[in-house]
């Protein structure tokens, strides 16, 4: 009978226990990543801005943006105080925030969505 040396013994039982021990860290890994939030741009009612500026402004920094969804965004914003113009990673709403604002839009603080 031929017994394995304990060098290829040791081998053989590393290569086991790292080949059941690797799906139990992928799994975890894969349990603790969580997606990153998203924020609302929320445009709020004021009585400087024209319906134009709005539609103009959304048109031009919102990505997708088309004029006849900015005229809807438009009368919410002045029927209802408020509108969410833009639902999407911190970073982007941090931008496209920031840019209405800096057009004279009146800004809610963002928001976690």
């Known amino acids: 009978m031929h017994r394995p040396s304990?060098?290829?013994a040791t081998a053989a039982l590393a290569a086991?226990?790292?080949a059941t021990a690797a799906p139990a860290a992928?799994?975890?890994?894969q349990r603790t990543r969580q997606t990153y939030p998203n924020f609302k741009?929320?445009?709020l009612d004021d009585d400087v801005n024209t319906f134009q500026h709005v539609v103009d402004c959304l048109v031009r920094f919102i990505p997708g943006m088309g004029p006849e969804r900015a005229w809807d965004l438009a009368h919410r914003i002045d029927g209802e105080g408020?509108?969410?113009v833009w639902c999407g990673p911190q970073e982007q709403a941090e931008l496209h925030h920031q840019q209405l604002a800096a057009e004279?839009?009146?800004m809610?603080?963002?928001e976690p969505a």
């Open 104 to 106: 004279g839009l009146t």
């Open 82 to 84: 408020s509108a969410v």
């Open 26 to 29: 992928v799994r975890e890994r």
């Open 108 to 110: 809610a603080p963002l």
């Open 41 to 43: 741009v929320v445009v």
């Open 16 to 18: 086991t226990v790292a």
């Open 6 to 8: 304990s060098d290829n």
